[in-house]
């Protein structure tokens, strides 16, 4: 009897997808995305292995039953498959099968944990004692008979040199992990659905992009104007472009705010990327508020079918089917992201969030702020940095104007890019920062919009949303507010409209919390900054005289504010600048060398950099993988599901996302009240999102301004969606009114 893999439905069994020729065809994908980290022949006994229980009696009899055949002979048992290749695995292919049994059992519900964890049900010990039965089946044992099982063991006992000391076994089960649940995706897509799979995208290649990339830089580098700031900037692309000859590894890009990082760091990635034969260039953006503006710019130079955007402030009008597609696995030239995309992703369980991890080996990553990364996950994303530069073809560029220094990574091992002898620093020196002579005196809020009031152009950098709100409203109608009380459609017409009045020498005043110190390209003569850390103090200055236009170097004002932060980090960052500015030298923030000290200091303070990944992920990789079929099996507990539970770069157990009323999102509204969460409607919804703490909910549900909604299919049950109902909940000045009275007049009028 012939064994298939997949049915389709209204189909003969005659056009039925073949067990083996999905296998087949999974097991070439996977070998193919593996080849770039010398994988892909385990790769390839992945693919050969996974679907090996759809060899079942009861399997195959499920797929007749689903297609309304019956059997007078059928197996209506247990036909559950994804087990079956994890025992064989585990059982005959020594320490190598062991690490990539994980794999085969989770290519369907995700990566397991050993034992316990957060499903202790589906961990991998428990899949290996219930499905080891499996394997003595007759038509499995008949399978596995008939293909080549022998020739895997041997390959799998062999000794595999890619494993070594300084690599990490379970960041190279996720990279083998995704190549598998990739091919299994594709091939079955390919199968059950080839008029999507058809729609996938055949972008272009980055050799004919660099050329439309370096043409248009080119055409703009020469149409700029003839001013210091710009002649550095050439400068910078110069030592950008020299640099890409160098092999692939660690790198960074060094460069004061406002310095054209984005635009040479690009130019980098794409020299070093043809001169090294790697697949795409990732963007990684540290804030989804300002990442449509780095976006824009490459599309502006590649054209928009050539950059996939993908986070989850993305505007879905500018949404393609192939770019959907696209951005289920990164299969794109080039790739704008998020930090938490991005890292969060790396250390994910799920088959849907690890499809994409292959398509990061053989890259440019250009880290932008890097400095901005959580410092309670510094160690685990330092970690994840290390194994892609060391062990996957991908050379990482640590974009910053800060220095960092990142935890169990050698200094070393990071080539900067940008030489020390462009004194970038002092030359791009374009402001000048006023220090508080006495930090134990804080100002009153009414204080500082005082002063504010004596420019018709300033910005004012706070530490938080409320902060943000209490300045605001001390300052004169037709001050600017920006924060993450707007959503993103509100944060981004805002921001244009900053920017336009800057162009045209409008008075405009804005407050605005941090949000718009790193990448907003906008340019102030007077920044007031809230006492804060160097990097932050640093960005805030980036703002300042960006250009370089003013005859005098800008005005950056760092003031005491009422209170300090109670965000820990943002406390961590204070303490540490405290710290320098009593040093009897002070502090100079156009020298390149204070910023690894006030790392250091910012570092020894905080509690934790994800020490506690240990237990999770950081086993040491026995050295008996490194002698072949001689060495003696270890157990390897690693928790997946645990690691993935706690790496979290924002804490969404503390905030809410709130629907608002803003632009179109009534009409999205209503559509979701009437059909449910359907994907196209929550995707375009994200636009029209703010998040509270989940503390606030309860009052605001109690003061009539949310409501959590109760949605078809099963309204008899809690959705967790939350909005906006009090029409002046949502104000056109300052978003969502988290800290306001309550209700208004206007809350009254029918």
């Known amino acids: 009897m012939a064994i298939f893999a997949h049915s389709k439905e209204s189909c003969p069994i005659a056009e039925w997808q073949p067990l083996d020729a999905h296998l ?16 892909a022949q385990l790769a390839g006994i992945l693919g050969l292995l996974h679907d090996i229980g759809k060899a079942r009696s009861s399997f195959q009899s499920y797929l007749r039953r689903c297609n309304g055949i019956e059997d007078s002979e059928a197996d209506y048992g247990n036909h559950s498959h994804s087990g079956a290749g994890a025992c064989w695995l585990w059982k005959h292919g020594g320490n190598i099968g062991k690490a990539l049994s994980y794999c085969v059992a989770g290519h369907h519900a995700g990566l397991p944990d050993m034992s316990c964890g957060e499903t202790p049900n589906g961990a991998l010990k428990n899949r290996l004692d219930e499905d080891a039965k499996v394997l003595e089946e007759p038509s499995v044992r008949e399978w596995i008979s008939t293909h080549q099982t022998d020739c895997m063991s041997e390959i799998l006992r062999a000794p ?20 598998l649940v990739d091919a299994d995706f594709l091939d079955t897509e390919a199968f059950m659905d080839p008029e999507r799979s058809g729609l996938r995208p055949c972008s272009g290649s980055l050799a004919d992009l660099s050329k439309l990339y370096f043409a248009k830089l080119d055409e703009k580098q020469q149409s700029a104007a003839d001013t210091p700031v710009n002649r550095i900037r050439a400068e910078i692309r110069n030592a950008c472009e020299q640099a890409a000859d160098l092999p692939l590894g660690l790198f ?3 460069v004061p705010t406002g310095g054209g990082k984005t635009l040479s760091g690009t130019a980098f990635a794409f020299k070093h990327a043809l001169r090294h034969g790697l697949k795409r260039i990732i963007y990684v953006i540290p804030y989804t508020s300002i990442i449509e503006q780095t976006a824009d710019v490459l599309r502006g130079f590649l054209g928009a079918e050539n950059v996939l955007e993908h986070h989850s402030n993305f505007d879905p009008a500018k949404e393609t089917p192939q770019s959907r597609l696209a951005s289920e696995n990164w299969d794109a030239p080039v790739v704008v992201t998020t930090a938490v995309q991005f890292f969060e992703s790396l250390y994910a369980c ?3 969030r690890c499809r994409k991890l292959h398509n990061i080996a053989e890259s440019v990553v250009i880290l932008d702020e890097v400095q901005l990364l959580p410092t309670r996950l510094l160690l685990p994303c330092a970690e994840a940095i290390r194994q892609l530069a060391q062990h996957y073809r991908t050379s990482i560029v640590l974009s910053t104007a800060t220095q960092l220094n990142l935890p169990g990574v050698e200094p070393s091992s990071i080539h900067e890019i940008v030489p020390s002898s462009l004194d970038l620093y002092h030359r791009l020196k374009r402001a ?16 500082i919009a005082d002063e504010l009031i004596l420019f018709d152009r300033v910005l004012c950098i706070v530490n938080s949303r409320r902060d943000c709100y209490d300045l605001f409203s001390k300052m004169p109608d037709g001050t600017v507010h920006l924060s993450a009380s707007m959503c993103g459609e509100h944060r981004s017409r805002v921001i244009a409209d900053i920017k336009r009045k800057l162009s045209t020498g409008e008075p405009i005043r804005v407050v605005s919390t941090q949000l718009v110190e790193a990448g907003v390209d906008i340019d102030f003569p007077v920044v007031y900054r809230a006492f804060a850390g160097l990097s932050s103090v640093a960005q805030s200055a980036g703002r300042c005289n960006r250009e370089g236009n003013l005859t005098e170097p800008g005005r950056v004002v760092v003031f005491m504010p009422p209170e300090g932060s109670k965000i820990k980090d943002l406390r961590d960052g204070e303490y540490a600048m405290s710290d320098l500015l009593e040093r009897p030298s002070g502090v100079d923030a ?12 910012l570092h020894s303070k905080a509690n934790d950099l994800g020490v506690a990944f240990e237990r999770y992920l950081g086993v040491p990789v026995p050295k008996e993988f490194c002698n072949g079929p001689s060495c003696r099996a270890e157990p390897m507990h690693y928790q997946f599901r645990e690691a993935a539970a706690a790496f979290k770069m924002i804490d969404g157990a503390a905030q809410v996302p709130i629907i608002v009323r803003f632009g179109g999102s009534d009409s999205l509204i209503a559509q979701l009240r009437a059909v449910g969460q359907k994907r196209d409607i929550m995707r375009r919804l994200q636009r029209y999102t703010v998040n509270v703490p989940r503390s606030c909910i309860n009052g605001l549900i109690e003061k009539g301004m949310v409501e959590e909604l109760s949605l078809p299919p099963r309204k008899d049950e809690p959705s967790g969606i939350y909005v906006q109902t009090m029409p002046s909940a949502y104000r056109d000045d300052i978003g969502f009114d988290l800290f306001g009275d309550g209700l208004r007049n206007v809350d009254f009028i029918v």
Do not use: Q
């Open 350 to 352: 799920k088959s849907s």
């Open 24 to 39: 087949a065809g999974v097991a070439d994908k996977a070998a193919s995305f593996a080849e770039g980290f010398s994988s």
């Open 160 to 179: 595999f040199h890619f494993i070594s000391r300084d690599s990490s076994l379970s960041f190279w089960i996720r990279m083998m992990y995704s190549c």
């Open 432 to 447: 000048d920062i006023e220090f508080p002579v006495d930090r134990t005196l804080r100002r009153t809020w009414d204080d």
């Open 252 to 254: 960074s890009l060094t």
């Open 590 to 601: 156009d020298d390149a060398c204070s910023y690894p000290d006030y790392f250091k200091i």
